[in-house]
């Protein structure tokens, strides 16, 4: 929608621009050769100096982009400059800045023996829900991770968090990133579409090293915690447990 958008905006700009070529063929016969048409030098605060250059170059008009001072210079009939000046006052304009998303992941541990360890009060209902849809009764929450970019980008962190069970026999080794997270609005609420989201463990155990991988894409309510995945442990009765909460930072 945002690219049609664009498409259409730029359609009415250029309208003046085409109005003046055809304006030119009509009149053929006395019309100033190229050679003799005015020059303008067009100074370019915001937008990309050669896609400009590309655009009016479409109306017939000889343009000389230069990037480092960030001007245009535009051989073309006064009326087609006059035109130009017009479309560029509203193509040159700054664009809004980019919002920050933040993104929160907290890793659950969870196995059938004992009972629930230390959770945070904000994670309570999401354990209860958990419960009645596992068979497992044991939850601690293994770490947190999180990770900030601008809308429509991704991002990675890594590093380590405590043992992942009583028969670990080192800490966890965490790999998480996201290909891009982007905001979708609606008129009723805001969301952060997740694409590609990776979360990778290794940790060792009695029984040797493992390694566990939640992968999936998600579109996550700003401020709901949601159940990304689970992946088993130790192939027993033990599963470390994903879940996502996202915010927009204005």
Do not use: C
């Not at 055809?22 to 048409?37: D, F, I, R, Y």
């Not at 245009?72 to 009939?77: D, G, I, N």
């Not at 400059?81 to 006052?89: G, H, K, N, P, V």
């Not at 915690?225 to 447990?241: P, R, S």
């Amino acid at each position: 929608m945002k690219i049609a958008k664009v498409m259409i905006a730029s359609l009415v700009v250029l309208l003046p621009l085409m109005a003046q070529k055809e304006k030119t063929e009509e009149s053929k016969g006395t019309e100033v050769l190229p050679q003799n048409w005015p020059v303008k030098m067009f100074q370019v605060k915001y937008a990309d100096v050669n896609r400009l250059a590309n655009l009016f170059r479409a109306f017939g008009a000889t343009v000389q982009p230069d990037t480092d001072l960030r001007a245009l210079s535009v051989r073309a009939p006064k009326e087609v400059l006059a035109a130009i000046e017009e479309s560029l006052q509203r193509l040159d304009v700054a664009q809004p800045p980019a919002k920050n998303i933040e993104i929160d992941a907290y890793l659950l541990a969870a196995s059938q023996q004992g009972v629930t360890g230390s959770i945070p009060p904000d994670l309570d209902p999401v354990v209860k829900q958990l419960k009645t849809i596992f068979n497992y009764r044991n939850f601690r929450l293994l770490g947190t991770l999180a990770l900030r970019g601008r809308d429509g980008s991704g991002g990675t962190v890594s590093g380590v968090l405590p043992a992942i069970s009583t028969d670990s026999t080192r800490p966890t080794v965490y790999f998480f990133e996201t290909r891009s997270a982007t905001i979708v609005s609606d008129s009723k609420e805001r969301s952060v579409r997740i694409d590609q989201l990776e979360l990778r463990l290794n940790f060792g155990l009695k029984e040797g090293n493992w390694d566990a991988r939640i992968h999936t894409s998600i579109d996550v309510h700003e401020g709901q915690k949601v159940v990304v995945g689970k992946a088993n442990i130790d192939n027993a009765d033990n599963a470390l447990i994903l879940v996502l909460t996202a915010k927009v930072i204005e």
